[in-house]
């Protein structure tokens, strides 16, 4: 019965993540996507792992493509034409959705993070700053998230975990909680980015049709 619980809380959580995704500006299949190029489509995944990384292909597919749509003179840029008093810039918005995809996989891991996410305010290293490592950051980061989803399963998903959050390893968390919340926190960050896109007269690939 358990099992049978847990499939159906997977099912109905990727069919919101689904729902984000296409208000953003379009589903993307992913980068491991065949859709496209002549290639029969492919099955839905079968294993827990499977749909997660598929979720998370999606928003690091439209994530990534944004960010680096932006020109790097204006990866200084935060908007200014209304209450936005504080906001992160263009590259502390990636930097933290980066920094955050480094933590929750090393919470997922059981291990610490491999690289520095430390900084003010949540947005990871200052000493990034250009746009290339700050890409490479990013790129790196969505990498060890999908290893990390990797070891996600039926068996393991709801089992009780330390919070990547809660340094003193008090609170705690689940791997079905932390990779749908890391999907979501992707997507969240996005509609802001495409807010600065826009702002900057830049489309978002991923609302330039086909």
Not at 20 to 26: D, I, M
Not at 100 to 118: H, I, M, R, S
Not at 171 to 176: D, G, Y
């Amino acid at each position: 019965m358990n099992n049978k619980i847990c499939t159906v809380v997977l099912l109905v959580l990727m069919c919101v993540s689904l729902g984000f995704a296409q208000a953003a500006g379009g589903t993307s299949q992913g980068s491991g996507s065949s859709m496209g190029q002549g290639s029969a489509p492919q099955g839905p995944p079968t294993t827990v792992a499977g749909v997660l990384n598929g979720r998370l292909r999606g928003v690091e597919s439209e994530f990534v493509s944004a960010a680096d749509a932006m020109p790097e003179d204006k990866y200084a840029y935060a908007p200014t034409n209304g209450e936005f008093k504080g906001v992160r810039t263009f590259a502390q918005q990636v930097r933290h959705v980066a920094a955050t995809n480094w933590e929750v996989g090393a919470g997922l891991l059981g291990e610490k993070p491999p690289v520095d996410t430390k900084g003010p305010n949540d947005n990871g290293p200052e000493s990034i700053k250009s746009k290339a490592d700050i890409m490479k950051y990013l790129r790196d980061s969505f990498a060890y998230a999908h290893k990390a989803f990797d070891q996600i399963t039926t068996e393991n998903a709801v089992t009780p975990i330390n919070s990547p959050f809660d340094p003193s390893g008090k609170a705690k968390a689940t791997r079905l909680g932390m990779a749908v919340l890391l999907v979501g926190h992707g997507f969240d960050h996005y509609g802001q980015m495409v807010e600065y896109l826009r702002s900057n007269g830049i489309v978002p690939p991923a609302s330039r049709g086909q």
